[in-house]
């Protein structure tokens, strides 16, 4: 299983921003897509946001659409997920993750992906 580690979370009033990164130090991100879900208490967890490995290709849930901002920087073996005028509702724990496969598109669907980040916590409250 591959290692990554999620940063950036933390407590943040609604309106404002965070940015988490997804970070792998025992392999190199770049030949796999990469995914953001989240899981609020009591509720399942659900995809945000993925990036794929070629052309950098996004997919956004309707819900994150046009408020967050997913990219990848190879170089520093990192994708990020800029998050502005956050609301109460995104509150959860975000995970990143990485497909399960080398190369393929962007698909969120926890099912598609193999290793995952142990979470970091966003809380958006006044």
């Known amino acids: 299983q591959l290692q990554l580690v999620e940063s950036g979370g933390g407590l943040v009033r609604p309106g404002g921003s965070l940015r988490l990164s997804c970070a792998a130090s025992?392999?190199?991100?770049?030949?796999?897509?990469i995914g953001w879900f989240r899981q609020a208490p009591g509720k399942e967890r659900e995809g945000v946001s993925c990036?794929?490995?070629?052309?950098?290709?996004?997919t956004y849930a309707d819900s994150v659409k046009g408020r967050f901002t997913i990219s990848r920087d190879n170089a520093k073996n990192t994708v990020y997920l800029q998050m502005n005028s956050l609301k109460p509702e995104d509150t959860a724990v975000y995970y990143c993750?990485?497909?399960?496969?080398?190369?393929?598109?962007?698909?969120?669907?926890?099912?598609?992906?193999?290793?995952w980040g142990q979470g970091t916590q966003v809380t958006v409250s006044s």
């Open positions: 990036i794929d490995s070629s052309v950098g290709s996004t």
């Open positions: 993750a990485a497909d399960r496969l080398l190369f393929r598109t962007c698909v969120l669907a926890t099912t598609r992906f193999g290793s």
């Open positions: 025992e392999f190199h991100l770049d030949g796999y897509t």
